[in-house]
């Protein structure tokens, strides 16, 4: 039985997968550029209730739509490109899907309640504020723990694509080795200049951006 859609449908759908998570994430750095927001290693979690107004809401609602495009567009991409190209380097391939994978399902299950509060079209029950801010910083607490672990798990795993191709593609390689790099040079920043350690969070997430689409043309080679 012939195939209903030629392999070339599909090669360009993989492809096209990329650019959308690439995009998912490019986004997602922009949006920190754009609205640049204070933080500091301590006022991640939100001390009084006032905190969360419906501007922080709103931009945390398009930041959880961009990470999920990113997440559900990759996850088929690195699974296809672990598969096509298993033979140059098994271990290090299979290590780097299940890190991946890991990090993508922890992505999905972090923000998915984000945007479904925003489209939740009931009213939430009053509660007393003190009561609100112990629930808000719970809540906080919860996504950033989930958030590092997601980015850090996926940063591992192109660390181990820079490593299994840097003789064959380099660029992609410096590219993931600069955007470690820049990742763990902006915490320190957080102390002493908060605003240059957002600049090298987002400088390296473009950096990030760019890998999607070089393992989807690999994939398609």
């Known amino acids: 039985m012939n195939n209903v859609l030629p392999?070339?449908?599909?090669?360009?759908?993989?492809l096209a997968l990329g650019v959308l998570a690439s995009v998912g994430l490019?986004?997602?750095?922009?949006a920190y550029i754009i609205?640049?927001?204070?933080?500091?290693p301590g006022g991640f979690v939100p001390q009084t209730v006032e905190r969360s107004s419906s501007i922080a809401s709103g931009?945390?609602?398009?930041?959880?739509?961009?990470?999920?495009?990113?997440?559900?567009?990759?996850?088929?991409?690195?699974?296809m490109f672990t598969i096509k190209k298993y033979s140059a380097n098994p271990y290090a391939l299979v290590i780097a899907c299940c890190l991946i994978g890991v990090s993508?399902?922890?992505?999905i299950i972090n923000n998915l309640p984000i945007i479904a509060a925003w489209l939740y079209p009931g009213k939430m029950e009053y509660i007393s504020l003190d009561v609100q801010l112990y629930l808000r910083q719970v809540e906080t607490l919860r996504f950033l723990s989930y958030d590092?672990?997601?980015?850090?798990?996926?940063?591992?795993?192109?660390?181990?694509?820079?490593?299994a191709f840097f003789k064959t593609h380099r660029l992609m390689s410096y590219t993931i080795l600069g955007s470690i790099v820049a990742?763990?040079?902006?915490?320190?920043?957080?102390w002493v200049?908060?605003?240059?350690?957002?600049?090298?969070?987002?400088?390296?997430?473009?950096?990030?951006?760019?890998?999607?689409?070089?393992?989807?043309?690999?994939?398609?080679?």
């Open 7 to 14: 392999p070339a449908v599909f090669k360009k759908g993989l």
């Open 193 to 221: 200049a908060p605003n240059v350690a957002i600049i090298l969070m987002v400088i390296s997430i473009f950096a990030f951006a760019s890998v999607p689409i070089f393992l989807a043309r690999m994939a398609i080679e």
């Open 183 to 190: 990742f763990i040079a902006n915490v320190p920043f957080l």
């Open 148 to 163: 590092v672990a997601g980015f850090t798990l996926a940063y591992v795993a192109f660390l181990c694509y820079a490593v």
């Open 35 to 40: 609205v640049m927001p204070k933080i500091s």
């Open 26 to 30: 490019l986004g997602y750095g922009l």
């Open 59 to 79: 931009f945390s609602t398009l930041l959880a739509a961009l990470v999920l495009l990113y997440a559900f567009a990759f996850l088929p991409v690195t699974v």
């Open 104 to 107: 993508l399902i922890i992505e």
